[in-house]
């Protein structure tokens, strides 16, 4: 666990025609093999953060690294080492999820009966045998969440980014993900996770770290944290660092 999965440093970021920068001088490590969390209110930069360390937002100043590699240089490298379950579903509706593992599969640069493989082994493990050859657009919520986990690890990523993998789930569905996820990680795949399910994250997430205003307030693991601010829980030490006021940004 002493490599970095991912080293930030000195990372600036605006926003174009924005007057002020959402990061300025911003450092992070996560090292590999490690379940942490993101947490922070509306506004204060996780989904930008995130966005920044998978390619999505080219950043100004500073540097990303994923495994050793700077992200803004070699992408080709990167996008094999990193997965990406981002909260909006990222699949065609229309196809069924062999049809979508095939094609993102193919774009990952998987040959075909490794997809094929891959494919039948994640259904089953995320319970989706039996609807493997149905339209995703007939799916429940959960269902389709579930696709958006097997896309995103189809091509076994080292690191694995996830932006409220379950939001709007069932209990059941909610389930099946956390498991698959903590299964993942005991195999030593990197967990960066980012949710409101504060409680979900408590049970998921090891080490986390706070951000706020496009600051890190707090970086260490979650236990030590809880002890040093007197809290018993992750909601209340949200509440703590970061006050009580409800965000509308």
Known sequence: MNDAAVSIQGLGFRYPGQAADCFSNLSLTIHAGERFGLFGP???????????MTGLLEYQQGSIRLAGHEAKHHRKSVNSIFGFVPQDFSFYQELTPMENLAFFGAWSGLQKDKIKKRSLELLEVLGLSDVKDKQVQKFSGGMKRRVNLAIGVIHEPSILFLDEPTV???????????????????KGTT???????????????ETIAMIDAGKILVHDSLN?????????????????????SIRNE
């Not at 509306?42 to 920044?52: H, I």
């Not at 030590?224 to 009580?244: M, Y």
């Open 42 to 52: 509306n506004g204060a930069g996780k989904t930008t953060l995130m966005s920044c």
């Open 168 to 186: 709007g789930v069932d209990v059941h569905s909610r389930q099946a993900i956390i498991n698959y996820l903590r299964s993942l990680n005991d």
């Open 191 to 205: 967990l960066i996770y980012t949710s409101h399910q504060l409680s979900e994250a408590e049970g998921l997430c």
């Open 224 to 244: 030590k944290l809880l002890d040093e601010h007197k809290e018993d829980g992750l909601e209340g030490l949200f509440i703590s660092l970061t006050g009580k």
